[in-house]
Nanobody
């Protein structure tokens, strides 16, 4: 079974940057659409970005457009989420997830994703 491992979270000041990584072993991530989600305390898990299989689309939640960038590195079998201009409202546990439902596009609905990582904490505070 596909296992995903997130890393790169941490404590950062407002305006700072982080790069989150989603790595897999044993399975090629290029065969899956990958989504990044976040869940703040007391709130529902929300999708922030996704990337389809290589050559296809990316998608971003409106509130993160221009600040978040999703990308793939096939040589490392890893998907990244670069987060810039961090805001306190970005504080959450960030999860990556893989979907077999998409090929050239993706959506960031939780129910479309089959495999989930354990999450990495991002805290934005001065």
């Amino acid at each position: 079974q596909l296992q995903l491992d997130e890393s790169g979270g941490g404590l950062v000041q407002p305006g700072g940057s982080l790069r989150l990584s989603c790595a897999a072993s044993g399975y090629t991530l290029d065969n899956y659409a990958i989504g990044w989600f976040r869940q703040a305390p007391g709130k529902k898990r929300e999708g922030v970005s996704c990337i389809s299989t290589p050559g296809g689309d990316t998608y971003y939640l409106d509130s993160v457009k221009g600040r978040f960038t999703i990308s793939r590195d096939a040589t490392k079998n890893t998907v990244y989420l670069q987060i810039n201009s961090l805001e306190p409202e970005d504080t959450a546990v960030y999860y990556c997830a893989a979907s077999t439902s998409f090929k050239d596009n993706c959506v960031i609905g939780v129910d479309w994703y089959d495999y989930w990582g354990q999450g990495t904490q991002v805290t934005v505070s001065s």
